[in-house]
């Protein structure tokens, strides 16, 4: 259907609607008729391409086939076993993919999407999922159009749809059907289609396609959780690749000197290649993304939703969280306390005259009152109506009497909000505002008041009130052009408001945790610089002489290179515009520093973009800036940040955990299986051991440190340097001592049993390879604390994961049949209390790492305290 040729008579004929809205009984008729209003996605992983992707790594395949062959030629039984083993291995895998995909889709449906409309007459806030064919929604800058929509109403729209035409410029919009002709999407200056965004003014239209109807829904293009590499993820795989090399090469040279102490062909082949697949990291990568996957989902039960993966893992990295002052840092639930109302104002209009302030805070905002008395809208405005209400001043039975015939819409850059209404005498112009960008809009004559007023102002400022100035002008008729130059002009102010808007209780105690956790909070506000400071104090964000303070003003003023110079100072912006935050952000980058930024408008975008963390607002929040965040507030409270980050700092840490404790299990095997010739022992494992405890010992174990509970200290230390190479320093040394000393037990358990004349001694040197990566695991649960100060029951899932590996590895044992699968025998309890005790070895030697490493902290502490002392 051309709605765009159709006037609006046909348009809401054809809908059956009117701008009244449709009956709600109708729109629940209409729902089940065409569906919810979203689109499927249709690019979902299928079950079978997910599990194939388990299995169609190089190395398995090459593993499968050599197995295979194996079988053919001789042992039958232990092909069945390594398939097995693979199979079982690939659906871990893939249950693990499949619940991390399950976790992300869950974090998209979770993305707040609500669209104000009107039925029977009442404005409602709905969730964009219930909107229908005939509904009359109401759009603001900010919004995401939820539907396909012909506009009957716009005072200076403009909507951005580059997601959908490509092309960049904005389009202003209008109602007036177009004339006969074709017209590209681009070109339909009537319509607004599902996805895009409204960049400007304010508008009412028909909702005329939903879901799958709409354009976006016919080119099936969503705009998902963007599913990038993470940094950690990018040098993950760099360096796998390094190191799968490394140990290919390895696995040469223990296939060829099997050969040359007579092993047969196939079982070398089969060994090496097993520690191959056991040894190289490819998964890395992957399990680093479940890992992050169910860290979001975590992040989302306390209120911040991550849009882009990487923002978990960068969380741990921020030098600087840059936060709004409204609604973030303060509760965002405004009450008038004062009012000034300049004395003898005289007005034309008789109507207005009774209270010009009044019926200004009455008339000037775009507020609406649910049928149950709730006020909607911005916060500021629905506090200056329901003062002016209280004082019968009623909104809506006025606006009967002073339509509104133009307005100019509230921009965070201007400060300020225009109403053109008639009176019986001719025009009315109401303005509100930032006072200090009111001055300027005011009649010479008016000028000299400014000083006076001013005193008053700065006194109520001081209290950390925000001041709302007013000012009107009246004329005969409506300009032509209607814009800030033509109507904010040669006004007279008529008082001012002034309004309370308390600081959060959490978030004071949030600012002093980040302070300890070595992040600086920085506000940034529209607000007036006294309040502004009141407020920062109140919170703990200004602590003394050396916080600055920048206004918009000046910052306009400073080059890049004279900013940069004191931006790492400055604490409070106040009445800023949202295009400068990018300033700030850049500024600070430039800096070296990392800047998580929050933001609601559609001017925030561009910084949200560019900050390393762009953080939006979730009640307060446009579409246009949720799209540009990595992260979304869903209760807009700073405190949520500072939890977050210290989400991302355990889920960090629990990340290299998972990496240190893989990786040195996989440097135990290799040292075992590569030294053994050297002392002139047999293979200790067969490729079948091999391939269980990579299975089994790495697998289970490895994955419930993600629920390590976070280290004591995770907020007070500082923040981790993104650019710093995970594998520098301890975390190398680490892995190949561990791994060294591993190997080292495995092999000296073998050689004592072997020189003892126990034949059972490959299930002691198979089961101390295995136990020793047990005890691993629980020594690094904390990186410096011992395991006795953290509590043994302090992980569950560990603990719990641990017992079922112990029983797996008793099972594989002493039952006959895994015996003769496994080629094990059961141990009497002399050797199994032998290799237990031995096991224990690597556990108490990580202990001792961790304990000189303590001893050496606590030395250069004491020496810094008496340097500091001396000096
Ligand atoms: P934050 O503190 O989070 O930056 P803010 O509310 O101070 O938010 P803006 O919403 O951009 O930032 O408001 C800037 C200034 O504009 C306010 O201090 C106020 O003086 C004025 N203002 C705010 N809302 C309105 C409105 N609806 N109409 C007119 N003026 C407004």
Not at 828 to 857: D, G, M, N, Q
Request: glycine share 6%; aromatic share 6%.
């Amino acid at each position: 259907m051309n709605w765009h040729l159709l006037p609006l008579s046909d348009i809401s004929r054809l809908l059956n609607t009117t701008p009244s809205g449709i009956a709600t009984s109708i729109a629940s008729e209409r729902l089940i008729e065409y569906g919810g209003n979203q689109i499927e996605d249709k690019k979902k992983k299928t079950v079978l391409r997910m599990l194939l992707h388990q299995l169609t790594d190089f190395m398995i395949l090459i593993l499968i086939a050599v197995a295979i062959i194996s079988g053919f030629i001789g042992d039958l039984v232990d092909t069945i076993i390594i398939l097995a083993i693979i199979l079982v291995n690939a659906i871990i895998g893939f249950i693990q993919e499949f619940r991390a995909e399950k976790a992300m889709e869950a974090l998209k449906d979770m993305t707040p999407s609500n669209a104000r409309v009107i039925r029977e007459g009442n404005t409602f806030e709905i969730p964009a999922f219930d909107l229908v064919p005939g509904d009359v929604v109401l759009l603001e800058a900010g919004n995401r159009i939820p539907a396909d929509v012909r506009f009957f109403e716009t005072h200076q729209i403009k909507v951005d749809e580059s997601t959908l035409t490509g092309e960049s410029h904005n389009t202003e919009k209008n109602s007036a059907k177009l004339p006969e002709g074709t017209y590209s999407l681009g070109d339909r200056n009537n319509m607004g289609f599902k996805g895009t965004f409204i960049t400007n003014g304010r508008g009412a239209a028909y909702v005329i396609a939903t879901g799958m109807n709409t354009e976006l829904g016919r080119i099936a293009k969503m705009i998902q959780i963007e599913e990038t590499a993470t940094p950690l993820q990018k040098r993950l795989s760099a360096f796998g690749k390094r190191l799968s090399i490394v140990i290919l090469i390895i696995c040469i040279v223990i296939f060829v000197i099997g050969r040359l102490r007579g092993e047969a062909v196939l079982t070398m082949l089969l060994t090496s290649i097993s520690l191959a697949v056991a040894a190289i990291p490819e998964a890395l990568p992957a399990l680093v993304t479940v890992a992050l996957a169910f860290g979001a989902k975590r992040l989302a039960k306390s209120n911040a939703l991550i849009r882009k993966l990487p923002a978990v893992e960068t969380l741990g990295s921020v030098t600087y969280i840059c936060s709004d002052k409204t609604g973030t840092l303060t509760l965002n639930k405004m009450s008038v306390q004062e009012i000034y109302e300049t004395p003898n104002v005289k007005t034309t209009s008789a109507l207005f005259q009774t209270s010009p302030l009044l019926i200004a805070m009455a008339l000037n905002n775009d507020v609406a009152k649910e049928t149950n008395g709730k006020w909607i809208g911005d916060s500021t405005e629905t506090a200056l109506a329901e003062y002016a209400f209280n004082k019968n001043i009623e909104k809506f039975e006025l606006e009967k009497k002073l339509p509104r015939v133009a307005e100019l819409p509230f921009d965070s850059s201007r400060k300020c909000m225009t109403t053109v209404h008639q009176t019986e005498t001719g025009i009315v112009v109401i303005t509100k505002g930032a006072v200090d960008m009111l001055w300027a809009k005011l009649d010479e004559n008016q000028k000299s008041l400014i000083p006076e007023l001013e005193v008053k102002i700065n006194e109520m400022a001081e209290k950390g009130y925000r001041i709302i100035g007013y000012a009107i002008k009246e004329i005969e008729a409506l300009p032509k052009t209607i814009n800030a130059e033509t109507i904010e002009s040669s006004l007279r102010f008529i008082g001012f408001t002034a309004m309370l808007d308390p600081p959060r209780e959490e978030a004071k105690k949030a600012v002093s945790e980040c302070k300890q956790a070595g992040i600086i909070p920085i506000m940034i506000t529209g607000d007036h610089r006294l309040t502004a400071i009141n407020i920062a104090k109140q919170l703990g964000i200004i602590t003394s002489e050396e916080d600055l303070v920048l206004e918009g003003s000046v910052l306009e003023t400073l080059s890049e290179k004279q900013f940069e110079n004191s931006v790492e100072k400055i604490r409070v912006y106040a009445r800023v515009n949202p295009e400068q935050k990018l300033k700030i952000v850049k500024a600070l980058q430039a800096k070296g520093q990392f800047v998580a930024m929050t933001g609601d408008g559609v001017n925030d975008a561009p910084a949200l973009k560019n900050a390393d963390i762009g953080i939006a607002m979730g009640i307060n929040g446009t579409e246009v800036a949720k799209e540009a965040a990595h992260m979304i507030l869903l209760d807009d409270n700073f405190a949520t940040i500072v939890i977050a980050v210290k989400h991302g700092r355990r889920i960090f840490d629990n990340i290299l955990k998972f990496i240190k404790y893989t990786m040195t299990s996989n440097s135990g095997e290799i040292w075992a299986i590569f030294l053994a010739p050297f002392f002139g022992l047999p293979i200790p494992l067969l490729a079948v051991h091999i391939l269980w405890i990579n299975l089994v010992t790495d697998g289970l174990p490895g994955l419930a440190l993600a629920s390590e509970p976070s280290e004591a200290d995770i907020m007070e230390r500082p923040p981790r340097n993104p650019k710093q190479n995970i594998f520098a320093g301890r975390m190398a040394l680490h892995i190949l001592w561990v791994g060294f000393l591993m190997g080292s037990v495995t092999l000296g358990m073998q050689a004592w049993a072997i020189g003892s004349g126990i034949s059972h001694w490959q299930t002691m040197a198979f089961t101390v390879l295995c136990f020793s990566q047990m005890g691993h695991i629980l020594a690094i649960r904390s990186d410096k604390e011992s395991l006795f100060k953290i509590g043994i029951l302090s992980n569950k899932p560990l603990l719990g994961a641990l017992a079922l590996t112990i029983a797996l590895q008793m099972m594989l044992i002493y039952t006959p049949f895994f015996n003769s699968v496994f080629k094990t025998q059961p141990l009497t309890i002399y050797e199994l209390t032998i290799t237990l005790l031995v096991s224990s070895i690597v556990f108490w030697a990580v202990e001792i790492e961790k304990w000189i490493y303590r001893l050496k902290k606590k030395n250069n502490f004491n020496g810094n305290e008496n340097k500091n002392k001396k000096s």
